[in-house]
């Protein structure tokens, strides 16, 4: 298991446009995470899910975010209508509940809103 | 809510120099206090933790003590170098569940030859 995978790394989109982007978890870790993170912030909590059940939702998550994990493995992020405000690192991270790992991040989306 | 303060940076040192990045932290309860670091181009990695008061963690020469009195857990340092050039990350996992983190804003450091 090579880690936390994000794909894509970087994505220009035009403004109006939607985005997905995905993350494929460590596979015994049955949580996931999705954060966004802007120049020179630290990132902050969007949305989690404990297997496929999606948990909690931050307010920072508008109408026009979703988030799937449909068979509780991969996981994705959909933006709708972008808008520049957008324009972020995602980052997805998992953990395993039962063994009260640690978060271990991927390597983030860079979205970019034009 | 949960808040994490971090030390302004960039901080920049003179190789083998010491190391002291302040975090201060604002929790319900008894979180769990982790350190990040994110090198050039890479993914955060978790650098150490602790979990309960007076707990060090430790790793790569890097330390931080969980002080519950002072709501501190400043990391460490004693002997820094090039490779040491990355920005760190200060979070707690916070009482709510979840295992989600808050993170700091982050403190870049430098460290030059």
């Known amino acids: 298991d090579t880690g936390v995978s994000q794909d894509p790394r970087h994505k220009i989109t035009k403004r109006g446009q939607n985005v997905t982007f995905r993350c494929d978890p460590i596979?015994?870790?049955?949580?996931l995470y999705w954060y966004r993170q802007t120049l020179g912030q630290g990132p902050e909590f969007l949305t989690y899910f404990q297997n496929e059940a999606q948990l909690e939702k931050s307010r920072l998550l508008s109408d026009r975010f979703s988030a799937e994990r449909p068979k509780g493995s991969f996981s994705t992020l959909e933006i709708q209508r972008t808008e520049q405000g957008d324009s972020a690192m995602y980052l997805c991270?998992?953990?395993?509940?039962?063994?009260?790992?640690?978060?271990?991040f991927g390597q983030g989306t860079r979205l970019t809103v034009v | 809510g949960d808040s994490v303060t971090q030390m302004e940076g960039p901080v920049t040192l003179s190789e083998e120099a010491f190391l002291t990045i302040n975090c201060t932290y604002t929790?319900?309860?008894?979180?769990?206090l982790f350190w990040y670091v994110q090198y050039p181009g890479e993914g955060l990695q978790l650098l150490l933790k602790a979990t309960k008061a007076d707990d060090k963690g430790s790793n790569k020469g890097f330390e931080a003590t969980y002080r519950k009195e002072t709501t501190s857990f400043h990391l460490e340092k004693g002997s820094v170098q090039v490779s040491d050039s990355a920005v760190y990350f200060c979070?707690?996992?916070?009482?709510?569940?979840?295992?989600?983190?808050?993170f700091g804003t982050g403190t870049q450091l430098k460290v030059e030859l």
């Open positions: 596979s015994e870790h049955n949580r």
């Open positions: 979070a707690l996992n916070g009482a709510g569940g979840g295992n989600k983190l808050t």
């Open positions: 929790a319900t309860g008894y979180p769990s």
């Open positions: 991270a998992s953990s395993s509940y039962e063994a009260n790992t640690e978060a271990f």
